[in-house]
């Protein structure tokens, strides 16, 4: 095993009711920033859960983060707590709504331009403190510092991490998930699935425990996801789903082993570029990751293959395959589909995305550092 | 899935050499109280690593806590803290001195008398923060808030909990392990695998996560511990035993699910009584619960036989057995005995611990709160 420094202080509230116990993990004194989405959580009660928690507050909102969240829209946020004394961050919403608060939180006390977190990880003295109301289950953001943020301008989509943006504590209540659009939900059991993999789908590390954990989850992932789409009412499935998707990326599967996270990278210029979802191309190159990364990452892909799938016959290549081939039936049976040209998206994309990786400097990353520029371009061509 | 609040502040620092890094998480100002047991630390160096950790600074120490600490020793120590100032508390050894020095912390700006913190679960307001060293993986306490305290004089064993005594931060060094005799590994691997148990055996929460989550650590015990026991040189199966036994018991398995601890309640007289070791007394009345309570606990009791020693064949009832049989042979090959003639202790005992049980009115609990005088009796008469 490796050594680790675990840290995760984030308070959860799960289950039902639980929105209204918010208001005792705001100091009282507070003037807090509502932040939303696109406005689902007016249509689905939950803002007014959320309102009614926080009466008697003084109270201001900012509503419009999008999916993949803007920076520009973020400036607007960030302004907004300046001129307001804004002193807490409320964000209810999904992991972009999360992200992006996130990133309010880092850049309104910043001095410089606050471009400089995500494009230069360029070190943060202090944030405004945030909580959370999670209503999409999928990225992990409700439990963990980092958050992805896009700019418009460039199409550059870019992440920052720092403890000093833990929330202070998140509110999951599988109830305000019923409502979601099936694509949404399917997104969410993709994102969850891949995270997991992402810490897991590496080499071995003499961690017996943090593997079983990682398979825990993509057990109860491939169980719970197709039940909970085959039921939207199904308050349990919800639930599941919910808490699988807060593991796995909390930062206790990865205590202790290696970290891979290309197929995120790759999957980042995807959505920059074609607009895809995020879980999208996280579907899309992760059997291409699988495939033309197997000479590196084939202990575990067996592992994989056996305890997840139970392909236990065969050559070690055949059993691979067929790993990749379930791992992909399994994102499709959900309704993702897997290759590139699903999307509409060309080969064309190859030598764009593998230039401007190049040109930020991405030229070698993945657990080993041997995910290059020739290698993207190979785990790309796996994905058309 | 239940409603639950989950949150886990504690800092972990795992690994070789991370004694050196625990300087930075103490203030630099305060004084510190170095709780120890008795003064193996001394001998394998621990001490050594720590006074240099620790070099610089104002320092006061306190040697003798025993293991089930006791009652009056520890308020010598509260006696210190209150005259010298201490700031900071850091316990170096296994789960008693950690739990010792939790009640040190919250004893010490007790108003009144602090045995009510344990005998009446009176609300502590203040408590002395704290850190520590583990030397030891067995109880969980390094990333929990409960603590359990003895008092000699009459033979009474109570356990209290309290946010306010979550340590600041845990030191994880397996190298700390090498050393230790392997009849308190064995106990270690004994009392992980029961805490596990505690909130696994119960009955089913269409919780799916939570239950794998608890398999990972039980399989990875079944393989681990032997190994750690075969090889003291073995600095991974260390390090994979110390990470079981706090993930066992550091609220992550427990989430979401109901919880038992009859066993532990059980076995606390024993102990008091008899002076049994904690982890013996679970040994012996494990067996026993599984048996006089199957009917309560079937279901989970047959997952346990299938998913953990892979017990598929016969009817029910044989295989609730079998898993008892295995689980004992499981404990008896690490050299932990399962039977209170094993110890000296016959039935006698029985009506005593029943009648000092009903005396604390304890005679409703368990997870279904059904564990009545009548059933401790039963429990124990399948332990003699």
């Known amino acids: 095993m490796q050594n680790f420094v675990y840290h995760n202080p984030v308070k959860v509230l799960f289950g039902r009711g639980q929105i209204s116990n918010l208001g005792g993990e705001i100091p009282a004194q507070a003037k807090v920033l509502l932040t939303y989405g696109g406005g689902s959580i007016k249509a689905n009660g939950v803002y007014a859960q959320v309102r009614a928690a926080l009466a008697g507050r003084a109270v201001v909102e900012f509503g419009g983060i999008q999916p993949n969240p803007r920076y520009e829209t973020l400036m607007q946020a960030v302004e907004i707590v300046r001129k307001e004394g804004v002193e807490f961050l409320l964000a209810v919403g999904g992991g972009s709504v999360l992200d992006g608060t996130k990133f309010i939180s880092a850049a309104t006390h910043f001095d410089g331009d606050p471009w400089d977190i995500l494009a230069r990880q360029a070190p943060i003295a202090r944030a405004v403190p945030l909580g959370a109301v999670l209503t999409l289950p999928a990225t992990g953001s409700e439990m963990n510092f980092f958050a992805v ?6 199409q550059e989509k870019l992440a920052f991490g720092n403890p000093l943006v833990y929330p202070r504590f998140s509110v999951l209540d599988p109830e305000t998930t019923l409502t979601l659009p099936a694509r949404q939900i399917a997104n969410g059991v993709v994102d969850a699935f891949v995270h997991v993999l992402e810490q897991y789908l590496t080499y071995p590390a003499e961690a017996p425990l943090q593997d079983r954990l990682a398979e825990a989850i993509l057990l109860t992932l491939i169980e719970e996801g197709p039940k909970t789409l085959a039921d939207p009412a ?9 808490w699988c998707a807060t593991m796995a990326l909390n930062g206790v599967i990865a205590a202790g082993v290696p970290q891979d996270w290309a197929t995120h990278m790759i999957g980042h210029e995807i959505t920059a570029l074609h607009g895809l979802d995020h879980a999208q191309t996280l579907a899309v190159v992760l059997p291409g990751t699988m495939i033309a990364r197997q000479d590196t990452k084939r202990e575990k892909i067996l592992q994989f293959a056996a305890r997840v799938w139970g392909i236990r016959e065969g050559t070690p290549e055949t059993r691979i395959v067929a790993a990749v081939e379930k791992t992909r039936e399994f994102f499709e049976s959900l309704g993702v589909p897997t290759r590139l040209s699903d999307y509409g998206v060309s080969a064309d994309t190859i030598p ?3 230039g401007r990786m190049e040109k930020r400097g991405m030229t070698a990353f993945g657990e080993r550092g041997d995910v290059t520029p020739a290698k993207v371009r190979e785990i790309l061509a796996l994905c058309v």
Request: charged share 20%; glycine share 6%; aromatic share 6%.
């Open 149 to 154: 943020v896009t700019r418009g301008e460039t």
């Open 234 to 242: 199904d308050y349990t499935a919800r639930a599941n789903l919910m």
């Open 352 to 354: 764009v995305i593998v």
